[in-house]
């Protein structure tokens, strides 16, 4: 049999041996025969003798073969190893208890309990309360019902099982309907710039023609009342001869993005230069001015070097973006929940899927609250406990934080952020308070 512990049983003795001792009751106490019974079954208990008159002890495991005489079945440690201790004269307090190294930590605890309530509330596609007055819980977000989500910011909630910051992405700005504009009006005009062909020959391209360094410009209006800021711009050499050129091959072009309110006065927002091969294609998705937003856009191209005689130059199309690829930074709490008594102390297990690298407690963290959110704690100190084998999902830990400084309530919830942009997916969370 597995010997057992119960709580306040304790007796003394003043016998003098390696054998059985003869124990006295302690008043406001149990005696191990009141709680465990007496006769021949060995191992039932677990036992720790101290002397309080010498540096001697011992722990075991026991039984009481009578209502007074103590039984020392089986020595686990002491101060003579296990070997029985030859007990001298003095009071010896005979407790009984749970050894330290078989004691479980209310975190260890918690370690254990998460896991599993947060896979059962996952399986029955709904937040689970456990503890002895309902004050656990284990959400998995298979359903939206205890999270907050109109006091949420930038909160993604298109993927069950799961809330994560919303994101932005880069997107081509479509020209359909807008009046294009510039000096490229030659071969197929400006409007050839914005047709969606990006592979096409030179005559079919918005052009120019002439002699020497020939320059020229393609753009949109937006319209009035519209303005747009770009972000990325593509630029499309014609497929045949030399690119840019039918002149001749390797040409230097310098080209500027400009931008502008009223079509004259024009705002330079990106030059660079590019040598011009047949089908050059220029992305541009960094180092623009957008600190402005403006009505029209356009290139301007000019032709570099020592080009012969009379020829063409031009682009087959041009393609402008707004936006960004970018993940926002979502803030997200629990509703209030139901505790028995305001919580003093609160912790909480996460798991969390890093889809890129991130760091808890940099690039997300956590809060508490008594009162339904209205008043948080300072941000929970995080621990990184393991990864789960096979993917990104790690184990996240708080500490238990100290919730009495903030206002009362009844009403507990947890809070999320996310900082720096980054795509983490929080999976469950598991919320314990006393």
């Not at 059985?20 to 039932?44: E, K, S």
């Not at 722990?59 to 440690?77: C, L, N, P, Q, Y």
């Not at 993927?159 to 880069?170: D, E, H, I, N, Y």
């Not at 009223?262 to 294609?281: E, F, K, Q, R």
Request: one cysteine or more; hydrophobic letters at 40%; a negative charge.
């Amino acid at each position: 049999m597995t010997a057992a512990v119960a709580d306040l049983v304790h007796m003394t003795s003043t016998t003098t041996s390696t054998g059985n001792l003869t124990a006295t009751a302690v008043n406001g106490r149990r005696t191990f025969g009141d709680v465990f019974g007496t006769g021949g079954t060995t191992h039932v208990f677990k036992y720790f003798i101290s002397n309080r008159d010498a540096a001697e002890w011992e722990r075991g495991e026991g039984h009481m073969s009578d209502a007074t005489t103590f039984v020392r079945d089986k020595i686990w440690a002491g101060s003579n190893g296990t070997s029985a201790v030859n007990f001298s004269a003095g009071t010896k307090d005979i407790t009984c208890d749970i050894p330290a190294a078989e004691q479980l930590s209310t975190d260890a605890l918690d370690m254990m309990l998460a896991p599993l309530a947060m896979n059962q509330a996952d399986i029955l596609n709904a937040a689970q309360f456990l503890g002895p007055a309902g004050n656990i819980v284990a959400d998995s977000f298979d359903a939206l019902t205890y999270v907050n989500t109109g006091a949420a910011t930038n909160l993604d909630t298109g993927t069950a099982g799961l809330l994560k910051p919303t994101s932005t992405v880069q997107t081509q700005i479509s020209t359909a309907g807008k009046t294009k504009i510039g000096t490229l009006t030659a071969g197929g005009g400006v409007a050839a710039a914005f047709d969606g062909t990006t592979s096409q020959v030179i005559s079919a391209s918005a052009i120019t023609t002439g002699s020497g360094n020939l320059s020229g410009t393609v753009g949109v209006d937006w319209g009035s009342g519209v303005t747009k800021t770009v972000t990325r711009f593509d630029i499309y050499a014609p497929s045949d001869n030399y690119g840019f050129s039918n002149n001749a091959d390797g040409l230097t072009f310098n080209y500027l993005l400009e931008g502008s309110q009223d079509n004259s006065a024009w705002t330079t927002l990106y030059s660079s230069s590019v040598v011009g091969h047949p089908g050059t294609i220029v992305s541009i998705t960094s180092g623009i001015t957008t600190s402005t937003a403006y009505r029209y856009h356009r290139l301007a191209i000019t032709e570099t070097g020592t080009p012969g005689g009379g020829h063409s130059m031009g682009v087959a199309e041009l393609r402008l973006y707004e936006g960004v690829d970018a993940v926002n930074n979502v803030t997200v709490r629990s509703t209030g929940l139901t505790a028995a008594a305001a919580p003093s102390t609160m912790k909480l297990v996460a798991l969390v899927n890093h889809a890129v690298s991130a760091v808890a407690g940099t690039d997300y963290k956590f809060k508490a609250s008594r009162d339904g959110g209205s008043n948080l704690s300072g941000y929970l100190t995080l621990t990184d406990r393991f990864t789960i084998p096979g993917g990104t999902v790690h184990v996240i830990e708080s500490d238990a934080i100290d919730v009495t400084g903030i206002t009362t309530g009844t009403t507990p919830c947890w809070q999320w952020e996310t900082f720096n942009g980054k795509a983490v997916e929080l999976l469950a969370i598991y919320l314990r308070w006393n």
